[in-house]
């Protein structure tokens, strides 16, 4: 799909945060650091009526939810769960799907995107709070509480508030490859890639540790990804016990310290097939894997092509 112009529709009352991201990822004009230029709408029932914020606020929108029916993606924010939504909302929504464009939702808002009906016989993910009520109220959706995001083609759905970058720049990095989802997410100072299966929350309480943050550890492992790395040498770097260093990892990342590290390498691995020339043995070597065998593997698992054919498909050069 094309990803020119992105329109981010303002529901009454509208979710500031999700909103933001979405003007964060896609608004901002990054073309100085190798971003493609977006056009980027806000679209509300009326433009330039403000809408009601769930923080208190108004925020006002530059357009009609109309003029997204040509976008080549529609953002659905989160805002208040309500009984029904206006039906040019959902009309507009269905067109613009019909006419080409990608979905995405973010948090509550898959409530808009299942009053469309385009979430029937798919898989969706909202927030963990609202998921027995959605799929109360859409029976004919396959509902998960333990995902960041679900990727069905044109239609995305992204788990509650931050889970929303995840989604998002997955999208970008499904279109324009992961160099620029990564430039994207180092201006915005997030992780690069979250998996999407990642699950949305911890149940456990966390340990009490002296050491606020992994950060270290995990700058450590991608500036070294072609190097050997164990939960026992992990921990003594954190200078944590093994136990207490892999809840600490889980509650900072969502996964564990193997899984991270195998996302951290795909990562890599994408980056040298789209920007170099190198063999795919030299790529396996230069991210960590070893073996193409093992490269093949992992990417085939992560991504859902084989680096050839992805290289095939991104390749810059």
């Known amino acids: 799909m094309a990803l020119t112009t992105i329109a981010a529709l303002a529901t009454n009352p509208m979710a500031m945060f999700e909103m933001s991201v979405a003007c964060e990822v896609f608004g901002l004009d990054r073309t100085d650091d190798g971003v493609p230029p977006f056009t980027f709408l806000t679209c509300g029932e009326t433009a330039g009526v403000p809408v009601d914020t769930t923080s208190g606020g108004q925020f006002v929108p530059s357009h009609a939810w109309a003029d997204a029916v040509d976008a080549d993606l529609v953002v659905i924010p ?19 799907h019909r006419r080409g464009a990608t979905v995405l939702s973010i948090c509550t808002g898959a409530f808009v995107l299942g009053e469309t009906g385009l979430l029937d016989g798919r898989s ?67 992780p690069p890639q979250r998996d999407g299966g990642q699950r949305q929350y911890v149940e456990a309480p966390l340990p009490e540790t002296s050491c606020e943050s992994i950060q270290p550890v995990l700058n450590h492992i991608t500036e070294n990804l072609d190097e050997p790395h164990t939960v026992p040498d992990l921990a003594r770097l954190a200078m944590m016990s093994e136990r207490t260093f892999a809840r600490r990892f889980v509650a900072e990342t969502g996964t564990t310290p193997h899984r991270w590290i195998v996302q951290q390498r795909v990562l890599r691995a994408r980056e040298l097939l789209e920007q170099t020339d190198l063999p795919v043995d030299s790529v396996a070597s230069h991210s960590g894997f070893g073996s193409a065998a093992l490269l093949r593997t992992h990417f085939q698992s992560v991504v859902g092509t084989s680096p050839q054919r992805y290289r095939r498909e991104f390749s810059s050069r």
């Open 78 to 96: 989160a805002g208040g769960v309500r009984d029904t939504y206006p039906e040019p909302l959902l009309e507009t929504i269905r067109e613009a």
């Open 124 to 190: 969706a993910v909202t927030h963990w709070r609202y998921a027995e009520q959605f799929a109360r109220r859409f029976p004919r959706t396959r509902v998960s509480m333990d995902v960041l995001y679900i990727d069905e083609g044109s239609i995305i759905t992204g788990a509650g508030t931050a889970a929303g970058i995840d989604a998002c720049l997955h999208l970008v990095r499904r279109e324009l490859g992961s160099a620029v989802a990564t430039r994207i997410a180092r201006r915005m100072v997030v």
